[in-house]
């Protein structure tokens, strides 16, 4: 991709999400995520009903008098996109590539969170990590943020979520809303999640493809591995390939929502087939409503 097609990507993405996050995101954003808790403003004297447990000595006794503690919330968040760029990503049998979903949620969050003052921060990696930018503020920085994702050419090509996971915990060390944007196509990657998902707000993002699903009755077609270049042929004109090939992808989908569920992980799940990212913005919905209950 050449620097004015780079230059056309970008702007179309920054138009179509804007006009996502100002027109169905507006509002839902900060009531879905908190900030870091409360933080000192001031003393005052003390008042009555005034909560004694707020009294500060030191000040009440320089003072001669009596002065409590006021906070105030601390609003600014960290967000870190940790963004899979295997591959696998460059995989789409319909109108899009996986890679393409991955930079339009990415920028969807990254806007959503500058719009509420927050910092974006971003991690991309494959069977390694490719690529780290620090958390800032500002439209320069999140242009910045979904070129990396569009430009980008990864030196590796597996995936290895365990690796992303590990090295958020080294550069993050407050606690910060996390997407993990991933086609999950790995394994051994439960207990970095685990782990993860202690110390951060943390929010899988699965993006699939239709043909990673179900296989069409087209004979004998020979398959590539895009993350390890292995290719061998598959008979798909049997049905009992077929229905083993989507029983076994089923499983491990179910596993993995299983686990999401069992560590009270909210997740989201993304199809290249879906020409908007309407379950993004129901997630927001979702959560919304949630806490506003609580």
Not at 82 to 94: L, P, Q, Y
Not at 133 to 160: A, M, N, Q
Not at 203 to 225: A, F, K, M, N, W
Not at 267 to 293: C, G, H, M
Request: aromatic share 8%; proline share 3%.
């Amino acid at each position: 991709m050449d620097h004015t097609e780079l230059f056309k990507e970008i702007r179309k993405i920054e138009i179509i999400t804007r006009r996502l996050v100002n027109d169905q995101l507006a509002g839902q954003y900060q009531s879905v995520f908190k900030g870091r808790g409360m933080a000192f403003d001031e003393v005052r004297q003390y008042q009555m009903g005034d909560d004694v447990r707020l009294i500060d000595w030191n000040v009440s006794a320089r003072m001669n008098d009596v002065y409590v503690k006021l906070f105030t919330e601390e609003r600014e968040m960290t967000v870190m996109l940790i963004v899979d760029v295997s591959a696998s990503g460059m995989f789409g049998t319909t109108h899009q590539l996986k890679s393409r979903v991955a930079a339009k949620v990415a920028a969807t969050l990254a806007f959503s969170a500058i719009k509420n003052n927050d910092q974006v921060g971003l991690v991309m990696f494959t069977d390694r990590i490719e690529m780290y930018v620090p958390p800032k503020k500002g439209r320069k920085h999140v242009l910045r943020v979904i070129s990396e994702i569009l430009r980008f050419r990864p030196s590796g090509r597996g995936t290895d979520i365990k690796a992303g996971l590990d090295y958020l915990g080294k550069v993050t060390k407050h606690k910060a809303v996390v997407f993990l944007i991933s086609d999950f196509i790995d394994e051994d990657w439960e207990r970095a999640l685990r782990l993860a998902q202690t110390r951060h707000d943390l929010i899988p993002i699965c993006i699939s493809d239709p043909r990673e699903e179900t296989l069409s009755d087209l004979g004998v077609v020979y398959v590539e591995d895009p993350e390890t270049g292995e290719v061998q042929p598959i008979d798909t004109s049997s049905r009992r390939m077929r229905e083993g090939f989507e029983k076994a992808v089923k499983q491990r989908r179910m596993a993995r929502e299983q686990l999401f569920r069992k560590l009270r992980v909210d997740y989201i799940n993304l199809s290249t087939a879906e020409k908007d990212l309407s379950p993004l913005v129901n997630f927001f919905r979702i959560r919304a409503k949630r806490a506003r209950r609580t």
